[in-house]
């Protein structure tokens, strides 16, 4: 299974990671992006797309409005590829994921990676100990 991990914002997060037990858990992409517009994850190519949701209290500063806009947009590139159902994560869910292997870069896609990584667990893709081992090596 190919799971895209998302963090969005004014900076979006992204990476893409394979559970799959007989070719190997691993990192297929990470990168950062400002343009979410230019997403280079073909969204069909993976089997799920999980985005960290918005937290839905606080102040409405800049930083919520860009991942308000950044979650619009992945849901219509989503929609528009033919993938209707977008999984969340909430940010207390990806925090338990603690590391991010050295290869993937930027905070941002650090986040996106501990996303996709939350989801694997929740649901069971993968277990505690396949996931150190992916934080860690990659």
């Not at 914002?9 to 190997?24: H, L, R």
Request: hydrophobic share 40%; glycine share 10%; aromatic share 6%.
């Amino acid at each position: 299974m190919k799971i895209l991990g998302i963090d969005p914002g004014g900076t979006t997060g992204v990476c893409c990671i394979q559970v799959d037990d007989m070719q190997g858990h691993r990192i297929l992409e990470s990168y950062e992006i400002s343009n979410i517009w230019k997403v280079k994850t073909g969204f069909s190519q993976c089997d799920v797309i999980v985005v960290e949701s918005l937290v839905p209290h606080g102040k409405l500063t800049q930083g919520k409005i860009d991942q308000i806009k950044a979650i619009a947009i992945v849901e219509s590139q989503a929609r528009f590829r033919g993938q209707n159902v977008i999984k969340w994560i909430t940010p207390e869910e990806r925090g338990r994921v603690k590391k991010a292997p050295s290869k993937v870069v930027g905070t941002h896609a650090k986040d996106a990676f501990r996303v996709a990584l939350a989801y694997a667990l929740k649901e069971g893709l993968i277990t505690q100990d396949e996931a150190v081992t992916l934080s860690t090596e990659g």
